[in-house]
Structures are given as structure tokens and as C-alpha cells.
T-cell receptor
Framework: NAGVTQTPKFQVLKTGQSMTLQCAQDMNHEYMSWYRQDPGMGLRLIHYSVGAGITDQGEVPNGYNVSRSTTEDFPLRLLSAAPSQTSVYFC?????????????FGSGTQLSVL | AQKVTQAQTEISVVEKEDVTLDCVYETRDTTYYLFWYKQPPSGELVFLIRRNSFDEQNEISGRYSWNFQKSTSSFNFTITASQVVDSAVYFCALDVDFGNEKLTFGTGTRLTIIP
């Protein structure tokens, strides 16, 4: 059972480039989310999804897009990368967001924008 | 708005000592959930405990224990007889949004256990 899988693990971008961070889970979880982790700031919610076809914004959504076409996948898109988006990104999932169960996290993607 | 404060940025203790990590939260909601997550040097986040606001009983799991006090809005975490494997960053988190699971995390406490 792979759990939550994030790719890539590391990425370096130039300002203005676009890319997609991939996230997949094989636990048939309805709820998925993206967080970014910055030094001294903990984790902050970017976007989340309560099921296929449904997404919503979190605390820091600007500069990021998401979609949820399947239950398994929840990609995070950076349309025009900026240095302020240098961070570690974590994808998470849970069985059902309505019951506030624990989150299962991926291993993270370390992104540097030059 | 919700807020979680972990005032201890870094703590170092010698192995086998007990250590308490503090967590203070702010919310106007009467129903909420509190969590602790561990982030070891490998980077992944590991769930430790979930507690709802109606359950103030303290919990013990092996060397780990949690003290939840609504009167002081605190949810502190104690490791007894610490071990080197306990070295990690520990995050406290708060969730008040039923149905959407939008966690507010504290800034974390980096715990180093010295052999």
C-alpha cells in the first residue's frame, strides 16, 4: 500500500516557468489537500478537495491552481513560478473530511524558484 | 480566526530526560479538533494524536502523553524518558471546519535529543 505519493521530490524552476506537482493516493480517500511549509511558519493550506470535481481555496491559494478529475489524483499547478513560491509542498489525504480524521501526508516536494 | 502558538522554537534535552512541548490555541468555536504531528529528519509528517474539544481526558500512549486543558486553551505533549529517535519537529494543529478538514498549524518545535 503506497499511501500518498508525491512527485517530483525536488525541483528547481526559473521565475516565470510553469510546472505541476503530482499527488496520488491509493486509499480511496475522498479528501485531499495541499500545504506548503516555510521556515518559521508551519504548514499553510493552499487548496483542498472534498471529492472528485470539487475544489476550494485554503489560506494561501494565490499563484496555484488545482483540479480533481479523479478520486486518486490531485495535482497542484504553478502557472508562473515566483521566488516567493520556494517552499516544501505536502499533499495530504483523509478518508472523509467531514469527520476530521487524521491526515496522511506524502513525503513532500522541495521546490526552489530562482 | 484560528491560531496555534508553539512558543518553543527549539528544545534540546539529554537522552532519558522528560520533555514537554507546549501548544496554545485560539478559537471562538466551541467544537474543534486538536492534533499533534511529528516530522522526523526524513521529512514526512506522521500523525500522533487527535482530540476533540469535548474530550478533556488526558491520553497516554507508551512514552507519550497529552494534557488537554480547555481552561487554558492548551494541548501539551510530554515525552517521558526521551530517546534519540524522538528527535524531530513536532507540530500542533487545530481544525474547526467540520466537513472540510482545514488545519491551522503551529510553527513547530524542533526537539533534539542528545545521546
Amino acid at each position: 500500500n503506497a499511501g500518498v505519493t508525491q512527485t517530483p521530490k525536488f525541483q528547481v524552476l526559473k521565475t516565470g516557468q510553469s510546472m505541476t506537482l503530482q499527488c496520488a493516493q491509493d486509499m480511496n480517500h475522498e479528501y485531499m489537500s495541499w500545504y506548503r511549509q516555510d521556515p518559521g511558519m508551519g504548514l499553510r493550506l493552499i487548496h483542498y478537495s472534498v471529492g472528485a470535481g470539487i475544489t476550494d481555496q485554503g489560506e494561501v491559494p494565490n499563484g496555484y491552481n488545482v483540479s480533481r478529475s479523479t478520486t486518486e489524483d490531485f495535482p497542484l499547478r504553478l502557472l508562473s513560478a515566483a521566488p516567493s513560491q520556494t517552499s516544501v509542498y505536502f499533499c495530504a489525504s483523509s478518508q472523509d473530511g467531514a469527520t476530521n480524521e487524521k491526515l496522511f501526508f506524502g513525503s513532500g516536494t522541495q521546490l526552489s524558484v530562482l | 480566526a484560528q491560531k496555534v502558538t508553539q512558543a518553543q522554537t527549539e528544545i534540546s534535552v539529554v537522552e532519558k530526560e522528560d520533555v514537554t512541548l507546549d501548544c496554545v490555541y485560539e478559537t471562538r468555536d466551541t467544537t474543534y479538533y486538536l492534533f499533534w504531528y511529528k516530522q522526523p529528519p526524513s521529512g514526512e509528517l506522521v500523525f500522533l494524536i487527535r482530540r476533540n474539544s469535548f474530550d478533556e481526558q488526558n491520553e497516554i500512549s507508551g512514552r507519550y502523553s497529552w494534557n488537554f486543558q480547555k481552561s487554558t486553551s492548551s494541548f501539551n505533549f510530554t515525552i517521558t524518558a526521551s530517546q534519540v529517535v524522538d528527535s524531530a519537529v513536532y507540530f500542533c494543529a487545530l481544525d474547526v471546519d467540520f466537513g472540510n478538514e482545514k488545519l491551522t498549524f503551529g510553527t513547530g518545535t524542533r526537539l533534539t535529543i542528545i545521546p
